[in-house]
């Protein structure tokens, strides 16, 4: 039964992609940038969740709640900062603004407590059950259901709260959206502000399923989240989710096959493959081009 | 006609700064550590002119130009460390594959745009650096050996060949329909203007010289690592090209160097030079999104000083 190890592995991974992944879809959604600065305020999620356990003795879901507030905070900071004026720039400038602020952010980082990893502290006991002869811990166990919580929780605000009508009807016309009285500085914070309270979430659950935590760990997660966004349609929240679990699972089974080195080399083919055959993503419609 | 007037002269100067440069070199004024700054600022304007032609002239996102340099890189490093052939030869088939790496990577990327093609190009380049950390021929994660050869001679040589070609493609019939694609792609295509083609051809000269000065790149620093060649160094070609101003050579080359200097100086604090990068790099599109140049030449401002009413001509 190792193959069920290994797709309980991959969605264990998989649902990490898929938090990041959101963030990343629904801010392209609404602006349609890409927010490469996202993988980085899953990285400063993570350290908050460290200090939070390590320095103020805090459980797993206070910890967890803890970083996911102040990664809301620092992302609406981000938004306010760096992206709010450049709503009408070229695509190109707020794509270069993107990547200095992501870059800031990691140096910043290392500049104020330097590059050395950090060890995530054990705060889940080891202890695993078998279920059809393979071995499941209770921490993947754990994980995944705050994963599955989240994005549940996510599902209620976009469809059922005022906020995520809000959200929806920007993405699909922001002057439309003005014209009905909705505030969209206030909604693309808002936007700003979830997407990076998940990210916040998965780097704490990352730090606690892989241990080892550093101020560069956001890139490559940071990436391969985009290409997960990208794979189940950019701008659908389902895909997103969807395209971090199918690509969660496709990089563990590389592994498995003996490729580990080849791992993040699969992530950026699906990616060229889904952009040449279908740009529009897994979910995604076709949508023409007008003059 | 008005560049071929700009030929010669720029031949001359080329001619003089080398001569100069090589003086100060063989009569050992200026030391070691100085001449390897001059031969970094020429790798450097050879990368960032290359990514110009790319970015600037042609309008198409590519953040992947460090796997062209790792091409050129690595393939250079072969021919002279595996197959012992002479340096110059080994500049050559560095640039020709990665110019057909460049080929392999474009045709099927640049059909896409904007932040697409970004995405891929950038995903294309880290494909690249896992295949050579994948080879163990190449050294794999521990890096390749190679012999230090790049003289001040063979760096000025290819900054001047390369300056020669992009600026003549630039002025060219090639150039000037490139250019029509950076501004409306759809508008240059309705004027029958083959847009791929002219896309591709830019994106392989690009990678062409991107891949000469991996071979000098190499050849420099006495080891290779794939860890060299990650999206770190294609920021940094990057932000050469946007600071200097997006469409304008002399903005790249003036970047290029501006910024090789500084962080020459800051070599000892790594972390300094990044924050100091990212945010020139968030400063300058916050601010002045088109660059510290925009899309004005150098010569330009001359002519702006000579005849103040003519100025329109040239500048957009």
């Known amino acids: ?291 | 006609m008005k560049k071929s007037k700009q030929f010669w002269p720029f031949i001359v100067v080329a001619v003089l700064v080398y001569a100069v440069v090589q003086f100060l070199i063989s009569a050992e004024i200026i030391n070691q550590f100085y001449s390897n700054t001059l031969i970094l600022i020429a790798i450097n304007i050879i990368l960032a002119v290359s990514l110009h032609l790319v970015i600037g002239i042609t309008g198409q996102f590519s953040i992947g130009h460090a796997g062209f340099l790792a091409v050129g890189a690595y393939i250079s490093a072969i021919v002279t460390m595996k197959l012992h052939l002479p340096f110059v030869v080994a500049i050559i088939i560095g640039g020709i594959v990665a110019a057909l790496a460049g080929l392999i990577v474009g045709i099927p990327s640049l059909r896409l745009k904007g932040d697409y093609l970004a995405i891929a190009t950038l995903g294309f380049a880290e494909i690249i650096r896992i295949v050579f950390l994948n080879i163990d021929a190449v050294g794999g994660a521990a890096g390749m050996q190679v012999s230090h050869l790049t003289t001040w001679t063979y760096a000025f040589v290819c900054l001047v060949i390369t300056l020669v070609v992009i600026v003549n493609f630039t002025n060219s019939r090639h150039g000037l329909a490139a250019i029509s694609v950076r501004e409306n792609e759809i508008a240059s295509d309705a004027m029958g203007i083959n847009t791929t083609y002219y896309k591709v051809i830019a994106f392989a000269i690009g990678s062409f010289f991107a891949g000469v000065a991996g071979a000098l790149f190499s050849h420099n620093f006495y080891i290779i690592q794939p860890s060299q060649f990650g999206f770190l160094k294609s920021f940094d070609i990057l932000i050469f090209v946007v600071l200097g101003g997006l469409g304008s050579l002399s903005g790249a080359v003036l970047s290029a160097i501006l910024l090789t200097v500084v962080s020459t100086y800051l070599q000892g604090y790594p972390e300094t030079r990044m924050i100091i990068y990212s945010l020139v790099l968030i400063l300058v599109m916050l601010y002045r999104p088109k660059g510290l140049m925009g899309t004005m030449e150098i010569t330009d401002y001359f002519k702006l000083w000579r005849t103040p009413k003519g100025g329109g001509q040239h500048g957009k």
Not at chain 1, 138 to 145: A, G, T
Not at chain 1, 224 to 238: D, Q, T
Not at chain 1, 252 to 258: E, R, Y
Request: proline content about 2%; overall charge positive; aromatic content about 10%.
């Open chain 1, 1 to 291: 039964m190792e193959w069920l190890q290994q797709l309980i592995n991959g969605i264990s991974l998989g649902s990490i992609y898929a938090l990041i992944a959101l963030g990343y879809t629904m801010v392209y959604g609404i602006i349609k940038l890409i927010n490469f600065a996202h993988g980085d305020v899953f990285m400063v999620g993570s350290f908050i969740g460290f200090y939070s356990i390590t320095v103020f003795g805090l459980g797993f879901f206070p910890a967890l709640i803890l970083s996911m507030a102040s990664c809301a905070l620092f992302g609406v900071i981000i938004e306010r900062i760096a992206y709010k004026r450049l709503r009408n720039a070229t695509r190109i400038a707020a794509l270069i603004t993107a990547i200095g602020v992501s870059l800031l952010i990691e140096y910043g980082v290392i500049y104020i407590r330097g590059a050395q990893p950090e060890a995530y502290p054990n705060i889940f006991s080891n202890k695993s059950f078998e279920f059809l002869g393979a071995q499941i811990s209770i921490q993947s166990v754990l994980i995944l259901s705050v994963s599955v919580v989240l994005m549940i929780l996510l599902q209620f605000i976009v469809h059922k709260t005022k906020t995520g009508k809000a959200m929806r009807a920007v993405s699909h016309d922001v002057e439309a959206a003005k014209l009905m009285g909705i505030n969209v500085d206030n909604t693309i914070s808002a936007t700003f502000a979830i997407g990076s309270a998940l990210a916040g979430a998965a780097g704490v659950i990352f730090g606690v399923y892989y241990t080892k935590i550093d101020p560069l760990m956001g890139v490559i997660p940071g990436l391969k989240a985009f290409v997960a966004a990208v794979l189940g349609g950019i701008g659908i929240i389902p895909g997103a989710m969807v395209g971090g679990l199918v690509l969660g699972v496709v990089e563990t089974i590389v592994s498995a096959l003996g490729f580990s080195l080849w791992r993040d080399a699969a992530a950026f083919i699906i990616l060229i493959l889904i952009l040449i055959f279908r740009p529009s993503g897994i979910f995604g419609k076709n949508t023409r081009e007008k003059v």
